[in-house]
C-alpha cells in the first residue's frame, strides 16, 4: 500500500514563497506520475501540477506556470513544489497525489480520476 506524506505548508505573507515536499512509501515509483492538487474553503479540488515519473516532463495548470515549480527527487521517492510570488488566492490545502503505473498523457494528468493515492493536505495561507 502506497502512502503519501506531505510537508513544508505553512504561513506567509503576499508574495512570499514556500517549498512542500511529498514522500512516497510503501512502493518505489518507476513510472507513472505524481502531482499536486489544491482546495480552498467552499471550492472544487483543482489541479496544480503533476510530474510524469518516466521522463520526468511537468504539466502545469496554466494560472500557476512562472510561479510554482514542480522537481522529483527519484531517489527519496519524493517530489517537491516551489511556491513562489504567493497571493492570497493561493492559499488552501495543497495535496500531493501519485498513481505508480502506466503512462499517462500529459492531458491526463490534470484528471482527479487517474491518481490512486492521496496524501492527507498540508495547510498554505497567504497573508495580503
Known amino acids: 500500500q502506497v502512502q503519501l506524506e506531505e510537508s513544508g505548508g505553512g504561513f506567509v505573507q503576499a508574495g512570499g514563497s514556500l517549498r512542500l515536499s511529498c514522500v512516497a512509501s510503501?512502493?518505489?515509483?518507476?513510472?507513472?506520475?505524481m502531482g499536486w492538487f489544491r482546495q480552498a474553503p467552499g471550492k472544487e479540488r483543482e489541479f496544480v501540477v503533476a510530474i510524469r515519473w518516466q521522463d520526468n516532463n511537468a504539466f502545469y495548470a496554466n494560472s500557476m506556470k512562472g510561479r510554482f515549480t514542480i522537481s522529483r527527487d527519484r531517489a527519496k521517492n519524493s517530489v517537491h513544489l516551489f511556491l513562489t510570488s504567493l497571493k492570497p488566492e493561493d492559499a488552501a490545502v495543497y495535496y500531493c497525489a501519485g498513481n505508480d503505473r502506466g503512462r499517462p498523457i500529459m492531458t491526463t494528468l490534470t484528471s482527479r480520476q487517474y491518481y490512486e493515492y492521496w496524501g492527507q493536505g498540508t495547510q498554505v495561507t497567504v497573508s495580503s
Open positions: 510503501g512502493r518505489t515509483f518507476s513510472t507513472g506520475a
